[in-house]
């Protein structure tokens, strides 16, 4: 067994981009693998159920060139998690489409490529469904239902290491994975390579986000990783950056409900007994991660399906009058479209007012519901087709800009307007419909493997 | 008297998966810490009056002295990115912990 397993992890998405000199940093000091992870659910359900990306195709492309060039050149495997952002087959399709036109440009061959896919056929979730093995994810997710689910684009499931390790074992030299749980690609690496997996994994939660774990801190860098038998340590590649016990501890408990329990498919984490220590140039050292496999293996169900159609306007609003007053007006407004369009259903739309500089950001959580001296304010219209919303929304704009209200003075507009047209059609808005765990025999069975040169 | 902010060498929230939300507090120093932690202002009654929440929308309240930091966990009120939401990623949901005054 080698001393010790290390991982470059270019950036936090794949398509962020990271500097040249950083990823050659890394290079120099002889990564054995190089492990990126390209999805999130941070952006929205959109994605998901849209099937689109995250980053742009070009953005993808340049960053891709250079990790399958390093790789190849190297003779290291590169690993990409959750490919195209939400990891289904569309978004697997993206990124190999991408990947073909590399490698036939750069005449990168022969070059073993495992494809692990991640799309979940409804019918076996249906049958999981009947025996109750799929449980809403939170307090607040709902049940599952049929008609939800038929609604749903397609579902993805968040894989763990195990089909990971299938590939390496039979020596794929690139692995493209569909959605997977982020830290699975960089653990399956170190366990692989015959090291603990408690702290593999801990690892790969460090790394999954590039030099976000450093001061400062940011996902469009380069991070290495050194696997040890007892421990692990993390450092950036880039001198500009360093990595601290607190950016490290902080990091630990990114997006994470809990700061040292994490559950991960057919595992939980445990970090609260957890060191951390500087140990000089910017590296930070781990030890005590402890990882136990959960006596069933659940995997994380997640889909998104289309529930709306948005036309929103973007104003401003100076006057003091018009201010003191706006949520009032607001509301009148929106009862005076009501009545312009009686043949439109009420139930079936809704129109929303969000106070820019008041409390557009939280809501009805803000505990300083106070405005200055000018207002941005953003309406729109949710409806069940475009054309409603946008002929609701430019009825609630033009009703809005002259509304006469009680005690006003500028009788020729209330709204200013940036931008001639005012009214953008958004088009359709999803909501996350699954998200849900499931429980599976073992974490390979749903996840099947594709080989190709 | 201090403001948290002024104690606090992070104090940020983000999503965690897209039904709920994480506000964290990390300090860089075990006293700074200690103190926020022993007055015992950070619990579930003062987090639901900044937030106007329920108890029962807490996930969790957990203080983790080997990473010096808090978790607050709490369930949105809608889902990450479908409509009504007004912070897709959770990111500035953080401001009203800064003003908590610890003695």
């Not at chain 1, 774990?213 to 991070?223: A, F, N, S, V």
């Not at chain 1, 929304?393 to 009788?411: A, I, L, N, P």
Request: hydrophobic fraction near 35%; proline fraction near 6%.
């Amino acid at each position: 067994m080698k001393k010790c397993i290390k991982i470059l992890s270019p950036c936090g998405i794949l398509g962020y981009g990271f500097p040249l000199e950083s990823f050659v940093n890394g290079l120099k000091d002889k990564p054995d693998a190089i492990v990126v992870d390209a999805g999130s659910t941070d952006a929205g359900p959109h994605k998901l159920g849209a099937n689109t990306a995250i980053v742009s195709r070009q953005a993808c492309k340049k960053d891709l060139e250079y990790l399958i060039a390093a790789g190849f050149e190297n003779h290291i495997p590169v690993i990409i998690g959750s490919a195209g952002g939400s990891g289904g087959k569309a978004h697997v399709e993206w990124t190999l489409s991408i990947i073909d036109e590399i490698i036939s440009e750069r005449t990168i061959h022969p070059l073993k490529q495992a494809i692990i896919w991640s799309d979940i056929p409804k019918d076996v979730i249906y049958e999981e469904m009947k025996q109750g093995k799929v449980i809403p994810l939170g307090d607040t997710v709902p049940m599952l239902t049929e008609e939800i689910l038929e609604d749903t684009t397609g579902v993805v499931a968040q894989m763990g290491i195990e089909p990971i390790l299938e590939a390496l074992e039979e020596g794929a030299q690139l692995i493209v994975c569909g959605r997977a749980y982020d830290p699975s690609p960089f653990a399956a690496v170190g366990i692989h390579n015959g090291f603990d997996e408690g702290l593999a994994y801990h690892m790969g939660k460090i790394l999954e986000c590039g030099a976000l774990c450093c001061d400062p801190g940011t996902t469009k860098d380069c991070m290495m990783g050194v696997l040890y038998e007892d421990c692990f340590e993390v450092y950036p590649t880039n001198p500009q950056r360093k990595c601290t016990t607190v950016s490290v501890a902080a990091h630990t408990f990114y997006e994470k409900d809990h700061p040292y329990i994490l559950r991960g498919p057919g595992i939980v984490l445990n970090l609260e007994d957890c060191e951390f220590s500087e140990i000089g140039n910017g590296r930070v050292r781990v030890k005590g991660s402890k990882m136990i496999r959960t006596p069933i293996y659940e995997i994380k169900l997640e889909g998104a399906r289309k529930v709306a159609y948005r036309t929103f306007v973007i104003a401003g609003i100076r006057d003091p009058l018009l201010i003191e007053k706006v949520e009032e007006v607001e509301e009148l407004v929106k009862s005076s479209v009501m009545n312009q369009y009686p043949e439109i259903p009420r139930e079936s739309y809704e129109i929303n007012f969000y106070n820019y500089g008041k409390n557009g950001v939280m809501g009805n959580l803000e505990p300083n519901n106070v405005a200055g001296h000018e207002l941005g304010v953003m309406f729109e219209v949710i409806a069940k087709t475009q054309s409603e919303a946008s002929a609701l929304c430019s009825s609630v704009r033009s009703t809005f800009m002259h509304y006469g209200y009680q005690g006003r003075k500028s009788t020729a507009g209330n709204l200013a307007f940036p931008f001639a047209p005012s009214d953008v059609e958004f088009g359709a808005v999803y909501e996350f419909s699954v998200y849900h765990l499931m429980e599976t025999p073992n974490g390979k069975m749903l996840f099947p493997i594709e080989f190709r040169t | 008297m201090d403001r948290l902010v002024d104690l606090a060498k992070v104090l940020r929230s983000k999503n965690s998966g897209p039904f709920e939300i994480t506000l964290d507090i990390l300090f860089d120093d075990p006293e700074k810490y200690r103190k926020v932690v022993e007055c015992g202002i950070i619990n579930v009654q003062t987090i639901c009056q900044l937030y106007h929440l329920k108890p029962e929308d807490i996930c969790n309240i957990v203080f983790y002295q080997k990473g010096l930091g808090i978790k607050i966990t709490y369930n949105r009120s809608v889902s990450s990115g479908t409509l009504r939401d007004r912070d897709v990623y959770g990111a500035q949901q953080h401001a009203p912990l800064m003003d908590i005054l610890i003695p």
